[in-house]
Structures are given as C-alpha cells and as structure tokens.
C-alpha cells in the first residue's frame, strides 16, 4: 500500500509569517509530487509540481523535494488570510498507471 | 473553455437506488478520474482512465462502475446506492503525456445516501 503522509494540523500562524507544510512518501520510485490547495466546499486547485530534488519557487510559495529522504514540503511566505485552506500532498507512483496518491491534508489557518 | 464539469452538483438517494455522475473535460485531455472524498481521508482513487476505450480500478472500486463514454466524457455508476458511498465525487482529468502529469478536478457532486 502506498502512503503520503502529511502532519494533521490543524495548523495557525499569524498573518506575515512562514507556513511550513510538511509529507512523506512511501514509494521510493516515486517521481512527480503535486501541491494542491482546497478551499471549504471547493475542489482541489494545483500550487505547485515539483519534479527535482531541491527547492522550486513560485511567487510567495516554495516546494522543497528530497527524494532520499522520501520528504516534499510546501513553505508559504508572507502569509496571507486568504491562504487560510486545506493543502493536499500528492504523489504519482512510479510506473505507467501515473496514478495520484493523496495525503488526508493539513488545514491551515492564516490568524489577521 | 469551462475545463471539467461534472453534474449533478448535489444528489440525494435512497438505499438501493441508481444513478450515476457525469464528467466533462474540454482540454482535449487523454487521461480521466474519479476520486471520492470522505472527511479526514483525502481523496481516493476509484477508477481511472488512461486513454479513451480504456477503464482501471483504482484504490476502492466496489459499488461502483465506469464508462469512458469518449475522449470528452467520463461517467461513474452507482447501481445500488448504499450509505457508505455518502461523499463527496471529483472527476479529473490530465494530458496523460510525458511532462503532463497535472490533474485538473472538476466541482464535485455532493452525494448523500440514507
């Protein structure tokens, strides 16, 4: 069985500062890692893709990949309230099935 | 372009009943899913298609069936309606091809069984 693990949460931070968003991931061969972020009531919206291991930036987010570790991790800068949401850690397993794995989600909440 | 829409948006059912969701992509997409959400448990995976005329299982399929109707049109089948398919139902979609990896969902279909 493969597993994405990411922390429960619920997750506060205060309005400016950093979130740090955390998974794991179970199969080493894995090779696509996705970012998606959820909205109450709404579906899920893709942040980031990351493919390499290292750091990939885009605007006030960064995903970072460390595939010996089997460890993706989503930092948000300069939070906002409106990135108050669940994000979703996905994984494509290896092979050709190119089927996405989802961790349950971290709530986060972005405090004014 | 609308991207992926699914219908019926919210369904309630008795026990037993049929029905089934129906998906839609406009992006010319090669590569269709359906995925359930139940609270705490992300989502997972019940069928997937990977090109038009082909259907997979994904992670739990019982209860449920598939047709990839064309390359625009996915729809997922319920024949026999019980509780424990309450949830909410996303149909995505990708390109399928190398680098194309990215999923795209549609609105959800909120569904109730009593």
């Known amino acids: 069985q493969k597993e994405v693990e990411q922390n429960s949460g619920p997750l506060s931070v205060p309005e400016g500062a950093i979130a740090s968003l955390n998974c794991t991931y179970s199969?080493?061969?894995?090779?696509?890692f996705f970012w998606y972020r959820q909205y109450s009531g709404k579906s899920p919206e893709l942040i980031m893709s990351?493919?390499?291991?290292g750091d990939k930036e885009d605007g006030r987010f960064t995903a970072q990949l460390n595939k010996a570790s089997q460890y993706v991790s989503l930092l948000i800068r300069d939070s906002q309230p409106s990135d108050s949401a669940t994000y979703l850690c996905?994984?494509?397993?290896?092979?050709?099935?190119?089927?996405?794995?989802f961790g349950s989600g971290t709530q986060l909440t972005v405090l004014p | 372009n609308a991207g992926v829409t699914q219908t019926p948006k919210f369904q309630v059912l008795k026990t037993g009943q049929s029905m089934t969701l129906q998906c839609a992509q406009d992006?010319?997409?090669?590569?269709m899913y359906w995925y359930r959400q139940d609270p705490g448990m992300g989502l997972r995976l019940i069928y997937y298609?990977?090109?038009?005329?082909?259907?997979d299982k994904g992670e739990v399929p019982n209860g449920y069936n598939v047709s990839r109707l064309n390359k625009r049109e996915f729809s997922l089948r319920l024949e026999s309606a019980a509780p424990s398919q309450t949830s909410v139902y996303f149909c995505?979609?990708?390109?399928?091809?190398?680098?194309?990896?990215?999923?795209?969902f549609g609105p959800g279909t909120r569904l109730t069984v009593l």
């Open positions: 298609s990977a090109s038009e005329g082909t259907t």
């Open positions: 990351i493919y390499s291991n």
């Open positions: 995505a979609s990708s390109s399928g091809l190398a680098g194309g990896d990215t999923q795209y």
């Open positions: 996905a994984v494509m397993s290896s092979g050709s099935a190119r089927q996405l794995t």
């Open positions: 199969d080493r061969g894995s090779q696509s």
């Open positions: 992006m010319n997409h090669n590569s």
